[in-house]
């Protein structure tokens, strides 16, 4: 069967959202990588679902992806706070297979949000869910008030998956798999409603291995969303609010799973102290944090952490250094042959911002300006382990004309300015060395942005905004071909 090319918007989730992230988040906050899916304890984080920890004062457990332009979370999937009896092994087995239910419908509610919503709708699916609805609601109103509890949980998880159902129907780079993925969640739902009858009436072993199964190739249709064009940005999202004007933060992109620590630096010159904050939660409610002495002083805020690894432009050079924290040692320098330093191709905002030094999903790249390019932004990509370019690519923006800049999938974006109203407003394509002028709005929400970079594990946006560190969601375009099935 052939199925035509497909053009789908997709949102990217938002991995690191404020309010209350576990202390495992961020990373692969978004989307579906090759991290382990599964439910995080309260307290935990889990970096595949961007699960957030619950309030102490609420037995609640809260599933979001997003934040109002007030900071109020948006929930979209509650939970209450498991209270089955833990003595029954037979429930216990339940609550751990509706823990993963409810970890897949989160899973299918990031691949709804990557995905346009003028896409039509499969209706059969509506069908069925609201029969599902209708006997969970003979269930809540049943006197068995315990078991109504864990049913009505049951159900709003179940909401989620019904603009999964459209979002996998147009999805068709694998009709096939998408129709698998149909009858799968129906026959999970059918088999889940029967426990209104008797809990325990199934063969637990064999619902998991659904769920299980299902999850994992959930897993392989999103890894397909990787690339696209950059088509907007979301409000800025405040992580911490510390530090003075000027600064750099960010985590690992290759960070191995479970490392989630966040690398922090104040200011843009004369310092050489690291901290290293062991979790995304220590991070934003605690001072504890360990602190790496560079054998150099930095320059700009246009440093990146890459596996293990941080790459920094020395302080008054156009030298390029490899710092790796697990020795403590230099592991490699070079220089970017006629790359201007000490603030004579800064971004508009200055600050040494001369050299700054960014990661996409194809790896480390630097942005600088030269005299032989009259100024404007030379593009370069570095061989992590060598420093050494490996290709390099002239455009005709004036670096100083820039307010900050980040890569996407091999395409450098820039924005107009630093303070005050601001947008990404150029485009340069690596893979085809061709230019446009675009128009995404980026909310500045405290008037000064020193520092913005892309991390390709969370697909978000980190800045620093004039003494607070914030994250942005981004909206890619994607353009998918189907195979013959």
């Not at 009505?152 to 694998?174: G, H, Q």
């Not at 029967?194 to 809990?199: A, G, V």
């Not at 911002?353 to 480390?364: K, P, R």
Request: aromatic residues 10%; contains cysteine.
């Amino acid at each position: 069967m052939s199925v035509p090319l497909l053009k789908i918007g997709v949102v990217l989730s938002t991995m690191a959202m404020i309010t209350n992230w576990m202390s495992q988040t961020l990373p692969s906050l978004v989307g579906l990588n090759s991290t382990k899916l599964s439910v995080a304890p309260p307290g935990v984080p889990d970096r595949s679902t961007g699960v957030l920890p619950a309030n102490p004062e609420e037995s609640w457990q809260v599933y979001s992806s997003a934040q109002d332009s007030e900071g109020r979370c948006v929930c979209t999937v509650v939970a209450p706070q498991q209270t089955m009896c833990s003595r029954d092994a037979r429930t216990k087995q339940l609550r751990q297979l509706l823990e993963k239910v409810q970890n897949m419908t989160q899973s299918i509610q990031n691949l709804d949000q990557r995905t346009q919503k003028d896409l039509q709708y499969v209706q059969r699916m509506e069908v069925q869910l609201r029969g599902l609805e209708s006997k969970f609601k003979q269930v809540e109103e049943s006197h068995k008030q315990n078991i109504a509890k864990q049913y009505k949980a049951i159900k709003a998880k179940m909401e989620e998956l019904r603009p999964m159902i459209p979002v996998l129907e147009e999805y068709k780079a694998d009709a096939k798999l998408v129709m698998q993925f149909k009858e799968e969640v129906k026959n999970l739902t059918s088999v889940l409603s029967e426990l209104q009858e008797e809990i325990g009436a199934f063969d637990y072993e064999e619902l998991h291995n659904r769920v299980s199964n299902l999850e994992e190739r959930l897993r392989a249709c999103m890894q397909k969303l990787a690339c696209g064009k950059l088509t907007g940005i979301s409000d800025a999202i405040t992580i911490k609010t510390s530090g003075s004007r000027y600064g750099s933060w960010m985590t690992d992109p290759l960070a191995p799973d479970g490392d989630t620590r966040v690398w922090y630096m104040d200011g843009y010159h004369n310092n050489r102290f690291v901290r290293e904050y062991k979790s995304m939660a220590d991070f934003m409610y605690s001072d504890n944090f360990t602190s790496h002495r560079l054998p150099h002083p930095w320059s700009g805020t246009g440093q990146v952490v890459y596996n293990g690894s941080i790459y920094f432009n020395k302080f008054q050079s156009n030298t390029i250094i490899k710092f790796d924290f697990k020795t403590a040692t230099i592991s490699k320098s070079g220089q970017l042959d006629y790359a201007g330093y000490n603030n004579r191709y800064h971004y508009s905002w200055g600050g040494h911002s001369d050299i700054d030094l960014m990661v996409d999903e194809g790896g480390l790249w630097a942005i600088y300006a030269t005299n032989q390019n009259a100024g404007n932004i030379v593009i370069s990509k570095i061989n992590p382990l060598t420093l050494q370019v490996i290709k390099s690519y002239t455009t005709n923006h004036p670096k100083r004309s820039a307010g900050e800049a980040f890569m996407i999938c091999g395409t450098l974006y820039v924005t107009n300015g630093y303070s005050g109203g601001t947008k990404v407003y150029y485009a340069f394509h690596t893979n085809s060395s061709t230019y446009e002028y675009i128009d995404i709005p980026l909310q500045n929400k405290y008037s000064h942005i020193s520092m913005l970079d892309y991390n390709p594990r969370d697909r978000a946006l980190y800045a620093w905004n004039n003494g607070h560190q914030v994250l942005y969601n981004v909206t890619l375009f994607h353009v998918i071909r189907s195979e013959e099935l």
